[in-house]
């Protein structure tokens, strides 16, 4: 059905994603992108990346696919990220004119969620729960609550405080270091169920080779667990690991060159609000430890 709202009509890029003749996705961009993202803007989804020289960009980059997901498990759409017939008719239903809405969009309704357990033998730079809050506006984008089921000082014998002070080990997927199995078995396991995850927090994390970490999903085999140096300066730190836990060792890539998406590579991420991109929560929705709530 064509296209009525002015602000899409007059455009024939997105006539043609409202046919399924052709349908808009990453990588798509130009003035019809702009149009889209202007689009999400008005209803109510922020775009820091795309907005940050002033208007929309037009480049249907990471945090514009991430927008597209949201509107559509907004509004009970296939949430595949792409805008082709289905989405392209909701938008132009939802913004008839081209004012912004007085109702943007219906509510988000959280749909699964997390359970973590913290556990802390050092304070890290970044309190544990900004850390934790920042995760939970990071997955509250995408309907899944971040629930703590409980938290803990491990209060450590003054021996093994000093084994700890530094966790050596390579970071790596279901296997831990003697060092790594110490702080994992440390505090209480009670209530932790096999499909929560712990995070821990220690003092400083170090690879064989000398190098340090801010964190590690490194864990023992049925023991969902991250790791997080004290010293980590990144706000995302906990948000990011426990993302690797959810991901699993499979799941390429590991990390990423866009900065502003959870799973940057360290060197270049930005802090800007952390997002996912759809192949990437198509994996986490698919992981045990994330858990449908009853509807
Ligand atoms: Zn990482």
Known sequence: MALKSPRFASNNHLQQAATNLAPIRRGSTGPHVAI?????????????????????????????ESRVWQFQ?????????????????????????????????PPSVMTHKINVHMRSIDNPVVPEFTQLKVMQDVFAQYMID????????????????????????????????????????????QNVGPNDITVYFATVLREKNGSTLQGCAGHAPTRPAVMIAASAIDKTTMAHEVCHALLGSHFVPVHTDDSANLMCNAAVCTGAPAYLTVSQLNRVFAS????????
Not at 79 to 85: A, E, F, L, S
Request: proline share 6%; aromatic share 2%.
């Open 36 to 64: 889209v993202q202007q689009a999400f803007i008005d209803l109510g989804l922020a775009m820091a990346i795309t907005t940050k020289k002033g208007a929309p960009d037009g480049i249907f980059g990471g945090e514009t």
């Open 73 to 105: 498990a907004r509004t009970g759409l296939t949430k595949d990220g792409v805008i082709g017939r289905e989405t392209m008719t909701k938008l132009d239903e939802l913004l008839p004119t081209n004012d912004p809405p007085m109702q943007p969009l």
């Open 146 to 189: 971040v629930i703590m089921q409980s938290g803990e000082s491990i209060g450590l014998a003054p021996g093994e405080q000093l084994t700890l002070n530094v966790v050596d080990g390579d970071c790596e997927w279901d296997q831990v270091s003697d060092e790594q199995k110490l702080l994992q078995n440390s505090g209480s396991r």
């Open 288 to 295: 045990k430890l994330v858990h449908k709530l009853p509807s």
